[in-house]
């Protein structure tokens, strides 16, 4: 290895400055110009889409991306407007009890099938088919199920016991917990699977080391296989919450953000004005808003993560 | 003396398999045992029984003198190292070597003087701090041990631990386990596949088919009068020579018919009349030169292939037409296509039944 670098630096400075062009166009040509269509995809749609969105957010366009610079004048409607606090407190709630749910539940089911059931594929199955539903099945089964009058409360109901009560659905108060079930539902199963699979590339031995050591099974699992899992962990967040913020589609299909502004979430906020109430700039602005509550807890988690030299 | 570790009438099935079956060891306080066999001879079988995380389907475990046969591993007094060395990946050195202790709650200073007593016998005081991921194999395996130490158990359970180690350090941490063994005197069960490793360590070894015992006894005895054809087989690189023929009396007459002295060969049983048998005869107790001449039995030989190995050499050639080797010292020059005399004595050979396979 420090043979080589030598020689390379030794290379590089023989050969000198004229060759400096050649080396960055024609070094691996054929590798440069596969990485052409990826690298033009990155610029101009990732890149590009996210600097046009972050101007024009600067702007009072209403239906065409036209209007003149008004500087922080869409934020500042922005954070007076209460639909869309109501939206961001929203997603904090759902986000923070989905994780801790699907993350939970996922891990737990996942240590039941760890436990040499049998049927175990069958199971398994079962528990992944609601990922095979897109959100609008989702969002529409619940919504049939949760309704007051057509669903479970009015089936019981109907069935003599008068009192029983599960309306979340038309409870302000409620509906995002409706939300919820309906999103762990569909996303329990997932991260089951890839929990399972974290859990099968444990070794063994380790298990039986921990047997011999006297360790009970629940502490093994906690102090042993959960580090051990940190990647599968860490796939599983990063899913989850990307599954999170983009949240959308299930609250169009169960709840429309009703009762009232009640389950509203920022990206249904951003698609309403931008689409719906012909305000591009106001819906840029609140688009640009949830791209920097992101960098905000990426970009710690990346440095933690990636920066620190010599670390894993 | 009590037996330290008591396996009576063992039988394991998995379904219809039968892995181990009626088995019985008897093992003395601070003997060295090592279980030999091939893959899939039940050795590791009978060493998981042995630790309890295997159920057995009949027969019972004694451990000290104690029924253990339906007792937790944490419960049985032993502590065990594995192939992979198994250490927990995120935790210290340290942590690994006091977590068990830690769990069962005991006090913060006895774990602390036993973890220092085992880093100390293992000499691995200076990766205290270190995760595993960055040790070394030997130096893993060495904290595998350790983990096994702290727990001041009588018996020690090794499941090929040395197997995932390159042949330089396997030699090396050989003599280690040796010297800890000579030094703690506990009970130690092993579990090879390799032979240098069982006639090296072992008090006894245990050699294992298909779940069955073929023979207990010390190295010696199981190199020199290997007790049927498949243990003179198995133990020995490179393996016995064999060689098919009829004994009458005290001639051994081969199938080409090449007629040989049986001489003071000792017995267990002598057959009486003519009877089919086997004649094992070692590579080194084939000689050559000077020694050959007072051999009972001489004949001249073409050398086909020679291996020099340095510190000896190992040539091929053919006995009674039968493909032999033989081992002789490196400072006798031969090559291939010489003609020389070798001779040997059946004596230091072993007669097997041809029929049964077991030693006369």
């Known amino acids: 290895m420090a043979d080589t670098a030598v020689h390379t630096r030794e290379g590089a400075e023989q050969a000198a400055r004229p060759s400096l062009l050649n080396r960055i166009f024609l070094h691996n040509l054929s590798g440069k110009i596969a990485a052409i269509p990826m690298m033009a995809t990155v610029l101009i749609v990732f890149i590009g889409c996210t600097v046009w969105t972050i101007y024009f957010s600067f702007t009072n366009s209403r239906l065409l991306p036209t209007g003149k610079f008004v500087g922080f004048d869409q934020y500042e409607r922005l954070f007076a407007t209460s639909r869309w606090n109501v939206s961001v407190t929203n997603l904090v709630t759902y986000g923070v009890f989905s994780l801790v749910f699907t993350l939970g539940i996922g891990f737990l089911l996942a240590v039941l099938m760890d436990q040499k059931i049998r049927f175990e594929s069958a199971f398994r199955t079962i528990m992944l088919y609601p990922f095979a539903l897109s959100f609008i099945v989702t969002g529409l089964v619940w919504q049939w199920i949760m309704n007051p009058t057509l669903g479970l409360q009015g089936t019981m109901r109907n069935l003599g016991w008068e009192s029983f009560t599960f309306d979340w659905i038309a409870n302000p108060r409620m509906v995002l917990f409706a939300l919820l079930i309906a999103g762990l539902w569909q996303g329990v199963g997932f991260c089951m699977v890839l929990m399972l699979a974290g859990l099968r590339g444990v070794d063994e031995e380790i298990w039986k080391a921990a047997r011999v050591d006297g360790i009970p099974t629940w502490r093994t699992y906690v102090s042993v296989v959960l580090p051990m899992m940190r990647g599968v962990l860490v796939t599983a967040v990063v899913l989850i919450g990307s599954g999170i913020v983009r949240l959308y589609d299930l609250v169009v299909a169960l709840t429309n953000g009703g009762p009232g502004i009640s389950s509203e979430v920022p990206a249904k906020y951003v698609y309403n004005y931008m689409f719906g109430g012909g305000n591009i700039g106001q819906g840029l602005a609140a688009a640009t808003m949830m791209l920097v509550t992101v960098l905000i807890i990426m970009v710690p988690w990346a440095y933690l993560e990636f920066g620190g030299r010599g670390r894993r | ?360």
């Not at chain 2, 020199?224 to 243990?231: A, D, S």
């Not at chain 2, 003179?232 to 080409?256: C, H, K, Q, R, Y």
């Not at chain 2, 000896?312 to 080797?325: D, V």
């Open chain 2, 1 to 360: 003396m009590q037996a330290s570790v008591s396996i009576k009438d063992l039988s394991l099935n998995f379904g219809h398999v039968k892995v181990l079956e009626h088995l019985d060891l008897d093992i003395a306080q601070g003997e060295f045992i090592v279980l030999l066999g091939p893959s899939g001879c039940g050795k590791s079988t009978l060493l998981n029984c042995i630790a309890g995380l295997l159920d057995v389907s009949d027969g019972q475990i004694f451990i000290n003198g104690k029924n253990v046969t339906w007792e937790e591993p944490k419960d049985r007094g032993i502590g065990m190292v594995f192939q992979s060395y198994a250490l927990y990946p995120q935790m210290s050195v340290e942590r690994n070597l006091s977590f068990g202790l830690r769990v069962s709650g005991m006090p913060k200073a006895e774990i602390d003087q036993r973890v220092k007593r085992a880093a100390e016998i293992l000499q691995i005081e200076p990766l205290l701090q270190r995760k595993p991921a960055n040790l070394s194999g030997g130096q893993r395996q060495r904290v595998a041990i350790g983990r096994a130490l702290v727990r001041d158990v009588d018996v020690f359970l090794f499941d090929e631990p040395l197997s995932n180690l390159d042949a330089k350090l396997r030699s090396d941490l050989r003599v280690e386990i040796k010297r800890l063994h000579q030094r703690l005197k506990n009970t130690m069960i092993y579990v090879t596949h390799d032979q240098i490793e069982a006639l090296t360590l072992a008090d006894r070894i245990a050699i294992m088919k298909n779940g069955v015992i073929q023979q207990l006894a010390d190295p010696h005895t199981i190199y020199n009068k290997p007790v049927n054809l498949y243990v003179a087989g198995f133990i020995g690189s490179p393996s016995m020579n064999f060689v098919e023929g009829t004994l009458n009396g005290d001639t051994f007459t081969s199938n080409d018919g090449t007629a040989m002295p049986v001489g003071a060969y000792e017995y267990i049983a002598a057959p009486t009349g003519e009877t089919k048998v086997v004649l094992g005869i070692r590579p080194e107790h084939i000689f050559v030169g000077d020694a050959a001449a007072d051999m009972p039995f001489k004949t001249e030989v073409e050398i086909e292939i020679v291996e020099p190995m340095g510190s000896e050499t190992l040539a091929w050639t053919k006995i009674a037409g039968l493909p032999m080797t033989f081992r002789c010292s490196a400072d006798i020059d031969i090559n291939a296509g010489d003609k020389i005399t070798v001779g040997f004595d059946i004596a230091r050979g072993s007669l097997f039944d041809a029929g049964t396979e077991a030693r006369l």
